[in-house]
């Protein structure tokens, strides 16, 4: 045991030393001498070895009354990719305080939804991350101010509030304890050579680990948009979003270092959770490197990913809308797909206001498409069924596709719903709950790659194959698509 604490140190010891900003997020250093701590890349000298403390998590090292650094901003780094990886308890509860679970529902919300009892999730966050549920999500709440702050012109009590503080009070105290900075004197800082965002939006970055191949990713998210909820327009994706206080529309846009991201909620409490699903839908917390040395592990992989490393999964901002779209685009074209999933947006879909672009309206919630008549669906009865069961059982809450799903069980109850195949589980899994490891064995372009790289084409025998892909089949899955001459591949032209 002490030689795998000596190990984890001294690797900790070598990524700060060598300013490794792939392990930003993984892990953070506290410096005993200024009561800082930072990210691995940050550009200062490195401290003694014998000032260094290790936390796993930034909520930890404040809860040791470190401060966050001001030249590196830890608080601003890409997330721990194990808490997208993983589907144990502490990933699931890791998601669900991203997703605000905690500031709405408290801790006994956040163990309901895990199934767990409050003390055991406590126990269970407390012994790997070195903080409990309140201080990981008070970490977040701090962010989240942080970013209000420098990014809106907010009055700070309104800021307080939309960042999920209680009362103006607790929001400056934990701002100066955590920046060692008022709010005030944050703002006056953010402001020096910064340029206003457009009225009543939120401009900010969302970091990533490099490489990142936005091809595949935008240009499947673009291929697939469905009209007046998605769009392409300026070199940005822009969607509307359905959020726990309201709705919003962002604007993502892939530059060389970040994602430029472009915000417009009716409601400023929503931030946090917004910012938590475009970067799931970016697949933004993915550690690239250890996923590609593996796959090129493999030398039908090799070359491709040589080609065009660091290609993401695009996922999507709500898994009960895209296991919705996935039924609708079974056996159909793109195109086909896309016109269904249009029609039911137009018929049930809550309309938004779009001054900045052509965004008409928000994909329905599943206890409005439950009054749909199956008559009205354009394509076979056998699918009509599949459809209308699907909805039923979302609306009921009898399957959860949420950011904190079990992902075995979800596989489960999807597949003993009529009408949904290895191809739809699969394809939910990997892009609504987001498993790294789902595998789409049995879809055309899959096979039509398979056969053009002289793998196995025949499913079973491509999954046999696949093995030694795990747990990235996922990321496998991308590259595959790659082969092709689709528009998924391809981010369109200005």
């Given at each position: 045991m002490l030689v795998c604490v000596y190990e984890c140190i001294e690797r900790c010891v070598r990524a700060v030393q060598s300013k490794d900003a792939r392990f930003d997020g993984w892990f953070f250093t506290a410096v005993l001498t200024t009561r800082i701590y930072?990210?691995?890349?940050?550009?200062?000298?490195?401290p003694k070895v014998e000032n260094m403390r290790f936390y796993p998590s930034a909520a930890a090292a404040q809860?040791?009354?470190?401060r966050a650094c001001k030249r590196c901003r830890p608080d601003a780094s890409p997330g721990s990719p194990e808490w997208n990886d993983r589907a144990d308890l502490v990933a699931r509860a890791m998601r669900l305080i991203g997703d605000g679970v905690v500031d709405r529902e408290g801790v006994p919300g956040l163990a309901t939804k895990l199934g767990y009892s409050v003390r055991q999730v406590q126990r269970q966050l407390q012994a790997e991350l070195g903080a409990g549920p309140l201080a990981l999500a008070r970490a977040q709440r701090a962010q989240t101010a942080r970013l209000l702050i420098e990014t809106s012109d907010l009055q700070m009590a309104d800021v307080a509030f939309a960042a999920g503080f209680s009362s103006v009070r607790t929001f400056n105290e934990t701002v100066q304890e955590v920046f060692a900075l008022s709010p005030t004197e944050l703002r006056s800082r953010a402001k020096r050579g910064t340029h206003p965002s457009p009225p009543g939006t939120i401009s900010l970055r969302l970091?990533?680990?490099?490489?990142?191949?936005?091809?595949?990713?935008?240009?499947?998210?673009?291929?697939?948009?469905?009209?007046?909820?998605?769009?392409?327009?300026?070199?940005?994706?822009?969607?509307?979003?359905?959020?726990?206080h309201g709705h919003g529309v962002v604007a993502l846009k892939p530059m060389p270092d970040h994602i430029a991201c472009q915000l417009s909620l009716t409601d400023q409490r929503d931030l946090a959770i917004a910012i938590s699903r475009c970067r799931r839908m970016l697949d933004l917390d993915a550690d690239p490197v250890a996923v590609d040395d593996l796959l090129q592990t493999d030398p039908v992989l090799a070359p491709l990913i040589r080609k065009a490393p660091g290609r993401r999964v695009p996922r999507t901002v709500d898994g009960a809308e895209f296991a919705v779209r996935a039924v609708l685009g079974q056996q159909v074209s793109t195109a086909a797909a896309r016109t269904h999933a249009s029609r039911l947006v137009q018929a049930y879909g809550e309309p938004v206001d779009d001054p900045a672009g052509g965004l008409t309206h928000l994909f329905p919630r599943m206890d409005a498409l439950a009054g749909l008549d199956p008559?009205?669906?354009?394509?076979?009865?056998?699918?009509?069924?599949?459809?209308?069961?699907?909805?039923?059982?979302?609306?009921?809450?009898?399957?959860?596709?949420?950011?904190g799903a079990d992902w075995d069980e979800a596989r489960e109850r999807l597949a003993a719903l009529p009408g949904i195949g290895p191809w739809t589980v699969e394809s939910i899994a990997m892009r609504a709950l987001g498993d790294p490891d789902a595998f789409v064995a049995s879809d055309l372009g899959i096979r039509y790659a398979a056969r053009d790289l002289g793998l196995p084409e025949a499913p079973k025998h491509l999954i046999a194959h696949a093995r030694a892909w795990r747990p990235w089949r996922a990321y496998a899955v991308q590259y595959l698509w790659a082969t092709g001459d689709h528009a998924i591949n391809k981010i369109p032209m200005e």
């Open positions: 930072c990210r691995p890349s940050c550009p200062v000298a490195p809860q040791a009354g470190f970091p990533f680990r490099a490489p990142l191949n936005p091809d595949n990713l935008f240009g499947h998210l673009i291929a697939t948009g469905v009209p007046g909820v998605e769009e392409w327009r300026d070199g940005a994706y822009r969607r509307t979003l359905q959020l726990p008559e009205t669906l354009a394509f076979p009865k056998s699918r009509r069924t599949t459809l209308t069961t699907l909805i039923g059982t979302l609306a009921a809450g009898e399957i959860d596709l949420g950011a």
